[in-house]
């Protein structure tokens, strides 16, 4: 006996109590300090040792929580380090023990908790794993379990684990809409939203192409990651995918820093996985900097190679994707062979293989094949590209989704237009022109599937915009009013994203068919490929290709007069000013006249005219040209899109609807003299002009006639909106009526402006009512003046009740003033 035990002798109850507070305590620090100090091995060696601790522990209650409990933390540090499948074993061990504690207790309702945490967390492991039956019974049950026992913020914790297995497998829509349930659960409880919810979120906005819109989320939560968890392997996973959003936006350099620090922190936590999806977003910013410049350093495809031979065994997707980037190097280098052997070494996709990894693979495939001569095959890949890309599309939900996925696909498809543009084939560029662009207007629009969620959420924000107005009118602070109106703006913008109303996608038309349905109107297809614009013309059932210049000089011009436009829209403008910036204006007019539409005048001859545009050109108010003054010209996203507008079946109702919305000093005087042209039209202002009257007035109609103050929002299209007497309408809602008017009349400003996508995919307020079945929109490209608008709109509606279609009396009316009067007809004309 020792000195101490004879001056305190240790009876075995003290004993015992004793060792089990130590093993607690070791086995918890041994967990922590592989985030703070040695890393996983550290770790596990610590773990091991506690393990041997536990031989001295004579009660199996107390020996089966200690146990369970170290081969939770195990499990965990296994996973960490990206040993998924092993990491199985310690959490199958871990339910061993638990569900033997939960047997033979009074009281299992303390001890479910860990339960599930253990059980949702190995849902986690075989989600990473690819096995997706498994992973959702555990995440499922646990998530029913938890809900039952009202332990409401496990459940939500779980959720979002259910959500990450969903947008493992590509369900983008499911994956959102649970990662939101879980946020408002968060809010319910109440309870701090954790900030790897928002990197959840911009996961799934990064695997439907929302670059701009994941970056947002991610540099909302860094600040308070780095201020929070900066010792933590969470932070290192946030900045990784910050850096993958900024490779998407084609941010190098943030790209290159962001994936530096997220290599630094996961390598410490020796996460091998972490480590190597860094350092291949790193090259890949290196690789596109030099195919971009056409300047490779002779070392850095040997630099990306040995990146690959360095990683794991078992990272074969990370591995795989450095030697495409490899490939694509030697390619560029006219290294073919060499380029050929590091190819056959990629392995092919599994069934949860990203849609990044996939689309790459086929780019290098068809740029080699394109290199060897071999167009042919070159194609073949990129259409087997574009229809695996078409089958994510496909289950997509909101049109923000629906369109953003044309991102992943860019490549493919400027490669496709480069090798046929270089054939000077007609046909085949429409062809692969209608197959690359605007994709989202092929899908039919499903009626009535609106979200009650979505409406009550936007009917909240409209409700709150009205007491912050009421508040200022009244002098009384608005700083809070305007935190929840921001917030409940975002939490909407979020619902728009899985609430879809989509049905299958129409076929891609051919050029006869377009052909047949022109007539003896012509239709002018714009694209470029790097700075070469070109036109693709379809008259007289023949095309002809027309090369135009440079893309950079038209996309100024369309900027340039678009201000100018702006400029010149306030009403009763000082002389001097009006002739300084209509000088300009008329300029800008002449260079695009000139440059796009001269060229093509031997083909066009008088016809009536089908515009379809790219990039900048979408700004570009057609009538304004010299050359098109009073011409009929119609503006769509596609051929397809356009021709799925001509079929729009019109509605049996003849109901016109008259709108006029608050703040407008010309419009009652407008509305006046166009009910003198309808004269049974229901006439909507003052304080009947409310959201909710004006919707019930629109569904259904032939014609809605809307004059209000408009904006248009480029970070979220659809949540454009118009101005009437009770807040906001935006234009979701009027897309999701169960029939949209047939033709919709905007005298309101800007709102056939659209945020142009990747794969020419325009979102605004007038294409997401034609996206929903609107056969024709009346908009103004930029900033229009009362009274221009009013004499502009009484011109028009003459034009249409005698009889004109839309196109011909929106000619006619732009003709009178066409620098004051920057409208287009949308869709079918």
């Known amino acids: 006996m020792s000195l101490l035990e004879s001056i305190h002798p240790v009876d075995a109850d003290y004993h015992d109590e004793w060792l089990v507070v130590r093993i607690r305590l070791s086995s918890t620090l041994a967990f922590w300090s592989s985030e703070t100090r040695g890393g996983v091995a550290s770790g596990l060696a610590g773990l091991d040792d506690v393990r041997l601790l536990t031989r001295g522990v004579s009660d199996p209650g107390i020996l089966a929580e200690l146990s369970g409990a170290i081969d939770h933390n195990y499990g965990l540090l296994l996973m960490a380090s990206g040993r998924n499948e092993d990491s199985i ?9 638990q569900e033997w504690r939960l047997a033979n207790t009074a009281e299992p309702a303390a001890l479910l908790g860990g339960y ?27 998530i029913a379990t938890a ?21 493992r497998i590509g369900d983008v829509p499911v994956a959102l809409s649970l990662l939101e349930k879980s946020e408002r659960a968060y809010r319910a409880i109440p309870a701090e939203i954790p900030p790897l919810l928002r990197w959840e979120q911009a996961q799934a906005l990064l695997t439907a192409g929302l670059a701009d819109e994941a970056g947002r989320y991610l540099d909302d939560v860094l600040p308070t990651m780095r201020e929070k968890h900066s010792l933590t392997r969470d932070l290192g996973s946030v900045e990784l995918f910050r850096a993958v959003a900024a490779l998407m936006q084609d941010d190098l350099d943030l790209a290159r820093r962001s994936a530096a620090s997220a290599r630094r922190r996961t390598l410490r936590w020796g996460c091998l996985t972490c480590v190597a999806e860094a350092t291949v977003v790193a090259l890949r910013a290196d690789v596109r900097d030099a195919l971009s410049s056409h300047d490779i350093p002779p070392t850095l495809s040997a630099r990306v190679l040995r990146a690959a031979k360095a990683m794991p065994p078992r990272l074969t997707e990370q591995a795989g994707l450095a030697r495409m980037l490899a490939t694509r190097l030697e390619i560029a280098r006219g290294k073919l062979k060499r380029a050929a052997e590091l190819l056959a070494q990629v392995p092919r996709p599994g069934q949860v293989t990203s849609i990044d990894y996939r689309m790459l693979r086929r780019l290098c495939r068809a740029e080699l094949a394109a290199a060897e001569g071999n167009q042919r095959k070159a194609l073949t890949e990129i259409r ?41 084939n007609a046909k085949r560029l429409f062809d692969w022109l209608e197959r690359t662009r605007a994709q989202t207007y092929r899908y039919e629009p499903l009626a009535d599937s609106e979200d009650p969620e979505l409406a009550d959420r936007v009917a909240e924000v409209r409700g709150l915009s009205q007491a912050i107005h009421q508040a200022q009118h009244d002098g009384h602070p608005t700083a809070a009013l305007e935190a929840r109106h921001a917030e409940r703006l975002r939490e909407a ?12 996608p129409r076929p891609v038309v051919d050029l006869a068919d377009v052909a047949e349905q022109l007539g003896e109107r012509a239709l002018v297809s714009f694209a470029s490929s790097g700075d070469e614009l070109v036109a693709v013309i379809v008259a007289g059932g023949k095309s002809r290709l ?7 000089q038209a996309a100024q011009s369309a900027r340039t007069l678009n201000a100018d436009l702006d400029a010149l829209a306030p009403d009763n403008l000082p002389p001097m000013l009006v002739t300084a910036v209509l000088s300009s204006a008329r300029k800008q007019a002449d260079r695009l006249d000139e440059q796009l539409i001269a060229p093509l005048a031997e083909s066009l001859g008088d016809r009536e005219l089908v515009i379809v545009p790219t990039g900048a050109l979408y700004a570009v108010p057609w009538g304004v040209l010299p050359s098109l003054h009073t011409r009929p010209t119609v503006v769509a996203p596609s051929a397809t899109a356009w021709v799925a507008a001509e079929h729009t079946e019109t509605p049996r109702a003849r109901k016109v609807v008259l709108v006029r919305g608050p703040g407008l000093l010309a419009a009652q005087g407008e509305l006046d003299k166009l009910a003198t042209h309808y004269r049974t039209a229901k006439v909507l202002d003052g304080k009947r002009a409310t959201v909710k009257s004006v919707l019930q007035a629109l569904d259904g109609a032939k014609l809605a006639h809307i004059a209000a103050h408009g904006a248009h929002e480029p970070e979220n299209a659809l949540f454009s909106r118009l101005e009437m007497t009770d807040g906001a309408l935006y234009a979701h809602e009027m897309a999701g009526l169960k029939q949209p008017p047939r033709q919709v009349v905007f005298a309101a400003c800007e709102l056939a402006l659209n945020r142009i996508r990747p794969g020419d995919e325009a979102l605004g307020f007038a294409s997401a009512l034609l996206a929903a079945g609107s056969r024709t929109v009346i908009a103004p490209l930029s900033r229009v003046g009362d009274q221009a608008s009013a004499a502009a709109m009484d011109d028009y509606h003459r034009g249409l009740a005698g009889g004109a279609s839309p196109a011909t009396a929106l000619a006619d009316a732009i003709a009178i003033d066409p620098f004051r009067r920057p409208f287009v007809c949308l869709g079918a004309g």
């Not at 074993?89 to 023990?97: C, K, L, N």
């Not at 945490?117 to 646990?142: C, F, I, P």
């Not at 913008?493 to 299958?504: A, C, D, M, P």
């Open 89 to 97: 074993r310690y959490f199958d061990a871990s339910i061993e023990h």
């Open 116 to 142: 599930l945490n253990t059980l949702s967390t190995r849902g986690m492991a075989y989600t990473r794993l690819g096995d997706v039956k498994r992973a959702r019974e555990d995440l499922t049950r646990a």
């Open 147 to 167: 809900e039952k026992g009202e332990l409401s913020l496990l459940a939500a914790d779980i959720r979002r684990r259910l959500g990450a297995l969903e947008l």
């Open 384 to 424: 087997a590209g574009l229809t695996e890309l078409d089958r994510v599309r496909d289950r997509m939900g909101g049109l923000e989704l629906v369109s953003g996925t044309a991102l992943h696909g860019q490549e493919l498809a400027d490669l496709a237009v480069k090798l046929v543009l270089a054939g000077a």
């Open 493 to 504: 913008h979020r619902l728009g994203w899985h609430s879809g109303r989509w049905g299958k």
């Open 546 to 552: 027309v090369r135009l210049g440079s893309t950079a």
